[in-house]
C-alpha cells in the first residue's frame, strides 16, 4: 500500500504538477538565490538561480517518471521479442542471441549507457533509448528462461503434434502465459531506470539544464553541498522515494500475480 501510494502521488505530480508547483520551475530572480527552506515562502529553499527547489521536483517528477515507464516498456518490447525468439527456436539461434546477451552483460550498465548517450546526444528521447539499449538483455535472460518451461508444458507438446503453425503457438500459447512475468519485470526495473537516468544526468550526459530533472539538479548543487544542503538533499530524497515506491508496488504484483508464489 505504500509503495501503491507514492506511484498515485507521483502520477498527480507528472500530470498536474505545473498547477501544484507553488512557483514557476523556470523562473530565476536572482536576488532569491541560496534561500534557506521555509524562507520567503519557498518550502525547500531555492538553488544558486534563485529558482524554487519544491516547484523544480514537482516538474523533474514528470520527466523521470516519463524515462522510467518509457525505457522499461521499449526495453521490455525488444527484450521479449530476443527471448522469445530464442527460447521457443532453440538450435543455433538461441546460441547466437544468447551469446549477444552475454557480451553485453559484460559491460557495466552505466558505462554503456554513457557510450551511447555520448554517441545519440543529450535529449529526453536518447536517454530513453540509451538506458533501453542497456536493459533490453534483463528482459531477455528471464523470457527465455520462461519461454523455455513454458515449451516443455503437455499443451505445447499438443499443438505441435496436431500440427499447430509456430506463429500460432507463439501468438496463442506461449505469449498470454509470459504477460505476466513481463508486467513484474516492467515494473520492477523501472526503478533501475530512474536512478540510472539520474546518474547519467548528473554526469552531464542526460536531460540538459534548465530542464528541471533530479540527475542535474544533484549535479547543479554539488558545488553547494556544505553551505546550502538543500539543494542536494531534496533531490536525493525524491529519488530514493520513488524507487522505493516503484520497487515496493512491483514486488505486491509479483506477489499477486505469480501463481507459484500465491500457491505458497
Known sequence: MLGFGIIIILIVLSLFGQWIAPFDPMDAPLRDRLLPPLTDGHIL?????????LSRL??????????????????????????????????????????????????????????????????????????????????????????LAIREKEFITAAIATGVPKLEILVRHILPNIFTPIIILVSLQMGTYIIAEASVSFLGFGVQPPTPAWGNMLNEGKDYIFGSWWLITFPGLAIVLTTLGVNLFGDWLRDTLDPELKGE
Not at 529553499?45 to 527547489?53: E, K, N, V, Y
Open 45 to 53: 529553499g531555492t538553488d544558486q538561480l534563485g529558482r524554487d527547489i
Open 58 to 147: 514537482i516538474a523533474g517528477t514528470k520527466v523521470s517518471m516519463i524515462i522510467g515507464l518509457a525505457t522499461a516498456l521499449l526495453a521490455g518490447v525488444v527484450g521479449t521479442i530476443i527471448g522469445v525468439t530464442a527460447g521457443y527456436f532453440r538450435g543455433w539461434v538461441d546460441v547466437v542471441l544468447m551469446r549477444i546477451v552475454d557480451v553485453q552483460l559484460s559491460f557495466p550498465f552505466i558505462l554503456l549507457v554513457l557510450v551511447v548517450s555520448a554517441v545519440l546526444g543529450a535529449g529526453l528521447t536518447n536517454i530513453i533509448i540509451s538506458l533501453a539499449v542497456g536493459g533490453w538483455v534483463i528482459f531477455a535472460r528471464v523470457i527465455r528462461s520462461e519461454v
